[in-house]
């Protein structure tokens, strides 16, 4: 009995010993955290894309990871911990903060940096025509949509408003598609808190497909369909309706087309101009990386009543072979002679920087009178609040200006960035900077140089607003390309100058003219255009570690040297006003930053060819001179415009082959398109 006891508490105590610590874990008291998330401007978040992970103690496994249900959220959590929370709003780590739970409640405020918006502008690879009806999918570094949405006629998305990047490893990504065809993706797209951005992408495909594309059409036994077997062609109908239909040429059964918009097509099979429903509907892209497609027939299921079987061959009374005249083999790739064009004002502008009063009074001068004794154009820029005290100055400027020898640009209030401020105190201070000029030299100026060469898109949006039309900044700030035509605000940047920055002597040291002429030329032959900075710094001695009011005579002869150079190439020097009303198309040798491109077609030679050789029909041929004589890239003497209804001569078409071929000269060419225009089969605005 005694022994039965002693047995019993043993094994009671074992039992008690290994439940207590179940016990004491689910009777560990909890305490309620409240977490409330804002962005730093005070502002609730929503809930929409918003988690939070919290890790308890030191731990590094999650001891939660939800979904932020309701904004301020209120949960349940094991007291006499400390609790670590990280905020995630787009993916993108937002913020963390810290709490000790212990005997109340505990509300937790979490203030993460602001969003930013971010619009796409889709182009073609010539970054002049968009990209319509793309669909832009953004997602972010770990994979997960975040958006989705369709650019407009312009290739615009609307403007996406997405949690900041805070740290370096946060990056969006964007898929450009058309339908399923994937167009394009950019990768490590960031965006900096409260800043509104947009992002021009340029796919990488062509806004017109000028290589030859082909379809063959095949049975449901893989043979190809021939011209022999009757009379087909295809037809494509685009996303927006644009129609394109070419019929079958040549014993080998090619359907070609030419020139065709990259698009998504419909494409659909027709015989002898009906519909063939053996060819079900195909959705192809062309998009410039395939160009030959195969149409395979659907096995046809035939009604009750059609015979057993189908005859085993062709009547007897098919000619075996087509006519000798017909092509037998792949159009011929002729050899073009491509030439590229780009708009280029062939002219610099000289931007002298900081002019303010009783500053190396003597440097400026001489600069100023350096340019105007020789009636070279200069673009001066004034730092308004520290100008207009100092009369001789004030006079130099205001008889220059009104003997129309210098420009005046606006240099900023004082020497401060406006990229610190937000879009309405950036206006404010244009506003007042743009006023204080006209009162102090009677001039309205749109030419904008911000101080030390910074700015973003706030300062484009005022700067458009306010009326102005120029901004010159630096390279350093500034990317190209830098268009000449078209533009609510041009971008002329710096591109040369005649003093560099010495770091380690920490001051601006001159140049020689040979160095700023080299870069103005290759600025010339990139952009269209050069801007050379001047400072006075530059053109001062430097004595003690300072610089003083003397000029630098070394110097000076150095800018008369780049003045005579520059006037030797006759290159023109304008006023930075000018730039963009004289421009003309030259042949370029290096366009790559340059959009302003326009090029002879490596088609034209190809449909001269083809159009000879029966693969391309007249229409086609046509509308590609056409499109030639309207862009200005084929030029033709003068002629009187027929008034159209005559028909196309067999001798053109034997010269466009012979022109194709090399056997005869442009000029020769050049006679038979001036024929077309004279009879009106090619109508132009002469």
């Known amino acids: 009995m005694i022994k039965f006891n002693i047995y019993n508490i043993f094994a009671f105590a074992i039992f008690f010993i290994l439940i207590t610590p179940i016990v004491s874990a689910y009777s560990e008291e909890s ?55 990280e905020v995630f709003v787009n993916g993108m780590f937002s913020e963390i903060e810290s709490v000790n739970l212990k005997n109340e409640p505990v509300k937790l405020d979490i203030n993460i940096p602001l969003p930013g918006g971010l619009k796409f502008n889709v182009f073609f690879e010539d970054g002049e025509k968009p990209v319509e009806n793309a669909i832009v999918v953004i997602k972010s570094q770990d994979g997960e949509q975040q958006r989705i949405g369709n650019t407009n006629e312009n290739g615009d998305t609307m403007r996406y408003w997405l949690q900041s990047t805070n740290l370096q490893n946060n990056y969006y990504t964007v898929e450009i598609y058309y339908d399923e065809f994937l167009l394009a993706n950019v990768s490590n797209i960031k965006i900096q808190p409260g800043i509104s951005q947009d992002q021009k992408i340029m796919v990488p495909i062509p806004a017109v497909v000028e290589e030859l594309i082909t379809f063959r059409l095949y049975d449901v036994e893989l043979n190809q369909i021939l011209k022999k077997h009757g009379d087909f062609s295809v037809v494509l109908v685009g996303k927006n309706n644009a129609t394109f239909e070419s019929t079958m040429t040549g014993s080998k059964g090619d359907i070609y087309f030419s020139s065709i918009s990259s698009d998504v097509y419909t494409v659909s099979v027709l015989k002898d101009g009906v519909k063939d429903e053996f060819w079900p509907d195909t959705r192809i892209g062309i998009v410039g990386n395939q160009n030959s497609f195969d149409l395979i027939q659907i096995n046809p299921v035939k009604p009750e009543s059609e015979p057993i079987s189908e005859p085993i061959s062709e009547p007897i009374s098919e000619p075996i072979s087509e006519p000798i005249s017909e092509p037998i083999s792949e159009p011929i790739i002729y050899q073009p002679s491509v030439k590229n064009y780009q708009l280029s004002c062939n002219c610099i502008s000289f931007r002298l920087d900081g002019v303010q009063d009783f500053w190396l009074n003597d440097v400026q001068f001489d600069l100023i009178s350096e340019f105007t004794k020789n009636n070279t154009p200069l673009t001066i820029g004034v730092i308004i609040d520290s100008f207009g005290e100092d009369p001789y100055l004030l006079d130099i400027i205001s008889k220059n200006i009104r003997d129309d020898k210098i420009e005046i640009a606006n240099h900023g209030l004082d020497p401060t960035p406006f990229t610190i401020f937000d879009e309405q105190k950036q206006n404010d201070m244009l506003k007042e900077s743009t006023n204080k000029i006209h009162e102090k030299l009677n001039v309205s100026t749109n030419i904008f140089i911000p101080p030390e060469n910074r700015f973003n898109d706030d300062t484009k949006k005022v700067l458009i607003k306010n009326g102005y039309e120029i901004l010159s900044a630096s390279m350093l700030n500034d990317s190209p390309p830098f268009n000449l035509k078209d533009e609510l605000l041009y971008r002329f940047p710096a591109m040369a100058t005649t003093g560099e920055y010495i770091p380690s002597q920490n001051r601006i040291l001159g140049i020689s003219a040979d160095k700023t002429f080299s870069d103005v030329l290759e600025a010339i032959e990139t952009h269209g255009f050069a801007v050379i900075t001047i400072h006075p710094q530059a053109f001062s001695v430097y004595e003690d570690g300072e610089y003083s009011n003397k000029i630098n005579l070394e110097q000076i002869k150095e800018l008369e040297t780049l003045i005579d150079k520059i006037k030797n190439k006759e290159i023109q020097i304008v006023p930075m006003g000018s730039i963009n009303q004289k421009i003309t198309m030259v042949v370029s040798k290096n366009s790559q930053n340059h959009t302003d491109q326009y090029s002879i077609p490596l088609w034209i030679k190809n449909n001269a060819g083809w159009w000879r050789d029966g693969h391309i029909d007249d229409n086609s041929f046509v509308q590609g001179i056409q499109f030639l004589i309207k862009e200005g890239i084929l030029q033709i003497p003068p002629t009187t415009q027929g008034s159209g209804g005559s028909e196309i001569p067999e001798w053109l078409k034997d010269n466009a082959g012979w022109w194709a071929e090399g056997k005869i000269s442009d000029n020769d060419f050049i006679y038979g398109v001036n024929f077309l225009v004279n009879h009106g089969i090619i109508i132009i605005d002469l």
């Open 31 to 85: 305490e309620t955290l409240q977490i409330e998330i804002k962005y730093t401007n005070g502002d609730r978040i929503d809930t929409y894309q918003t988690t939070y992970v919290i890790y308890q103690d030191s731990e590094k496994t999650p001891y939660l990871e939800k979904n932020l249900e309701s904004n301020p959220e209120t949960i349940t959590l094991p007291k006499d911990h400390k609790y670590k929370v």
